[in-house]
């Protein structure tokens, strides 16, 4: 995918879901339940994949695992069977972490892979200032397009002021950024700062989880020069829509339909954006600081049975007390918000070898 088509794909707003890690009982790779999920994306709607970001694991890049090649090569291979079915592209996009040496082998592995842009992560940087940062990514840029991102603190992340912003939104190779600082503050700043910049060319994208509907829905108007300018958040990149996906891309396009015809947002909308919200609160364990968020997806992803358990790559990783008494609830509450039917009439399907 040429760098402009990738801009115009982006541009156009996705579903991206984070992928989750498949693991058999020995915490091993499951290859066959691992092409499932990404079959599973990719049957959905999903514009996108990502891949080796939080919810895969940053763990996968532990040499004891050596999961970050073999992971990102079975994505490849799913999307490139999807693309030539005939589907629009979809648009592959690598998790990079780690300091600047990490960083430049971890997006030249992506590039030959053939993934379009590289998400990354600057949890590592603790200390770095706003140059320091800029340089790592311009670093990064030299060698795949970035997708930048606002991690939260709580998850690994580190407060990116609007000064960082404004000097990354001049990186020529920048197509988008992950706003996911799960704070209306810091998500203002960073949009107001792509705005200044004059980059209309950057996508943005909600890693909010708090707060995903609304994220999608808000016109963002700022004075630049003179001029009012307008930016929205066209999709997401969430580990919230590496479940219920299929309901997740309709949703987008629900939004997408408000923001294009500027008529109000319906009041139907506005409730759901809540139980959104209330079903991401027990899926990534709200209620104790995160903690369980990737064995909560884990655990949806079981009872529609593309997962055959809830193992991460640290035993310490599991539920939290009363979590999954918490997933029990919200499937009650909402059961208009999951694609079980969906799962279960294709299941078998992407399961085979």
């Avoid at 959905?44 to 695992?65: C, E, M, N, S, W």
């Avoid at 609160?281 to 997962?307: I, K, T, Y």
């Avoid at 358990?309 to 918000?337: F, H, K, M, N």
Wanted: aromatic share 8%; hydrophobic share 45%.
């Amino acid at each position: 995918m040429e760098n402009f088509e990738l801009r115009k794909s982006l541009q156009r707003g996705l579903v991206i879901p984070a992928c989750p890690l498949a693991l058999n009982v020995n915490r091993k790779l499951d290859e066959r339940r691992q092409r499932a999920l990404f079959r599973y994306y990719l049957a959905a709607g999903a514009g996108g994949l990502a891949v080796g970001v939080h919810t895969t694991q940053f763990a996968i890049r532990d040499p004891k695992f050596a999961l970050f090649r073999p992971v990102l090569q079975i994505a490849a291979e799913e999307i490139s069977r999807a693309d030539a079915s005939g589907r629009a592209p979809c648009v592959r996009v690598a998790g990079i972490c780690g300091r600047t040496a990490q960083a430049v082998d971890e997006a030249a592995l992506a590039a030959e892979l053939g993934f379009h842009t590289g998400l990354v992560s600057l949890g590592a940087m603790s200390g770095a200032s706003d140059d320091e940062l800029v340089a790592h990514c311009r670093a990064v840029a030299e060698i795949i397009p970035v997708f930048g991102f606002y991690l939260q603190p709580s998850v690994g992340g580190r407060v990116l002021p609007h000064s960082f912003w404004r000097k990354f939104a001049e990186i020529e190779n920048v197509v988008a950024i992950k706003i996911a600082p799960f704070n209306r503050y810091q998500t203002l700043e960073v949009v107001r700062a792509v705005a200044e910049a004059g980059r209309d060319d950057i996508a943005l994208y909600t890693g909010n989880d708090d707060n995903i509907v609304l994220d999608l829905l808000t016109p963002y108007r700022f004075q630049v020069g003179g001029a009012m300018v307008e930016r929205r958040i066209v999709g997401g990149l969430l580990g919230h829509w590496a479940v219920w996906t299929r309901k997740a891309v309709a949703l987008l396009d629900e939004c997408h339909a408000v923001a294009r015809d500027g008529r109000a947002i319906p009041p139907e909308l506005l409730r759901r954006a809540i139980a959104v919200t209330d079903c991401n609160a027990a899926f990534f364990d709200a209620a104790n600081n995160f903690s369980g968020c990737v064995p909560g997806l884990h655990e949806v992803l079981r009872r529609q049975g593309l997962l055959e358990g809830l193992w991460c790559l640290d035993p310490r990783e599991t539920l939290s007390p009363g979590q999954r008494d918490e997933i029990d609830r919200v499937y009650r509450a909402y059961p208009e918000l999951n694609d079980d039917e969906f799962v279960a009439a294709h299941r078998d399907e992407w399961l085979r070898d």
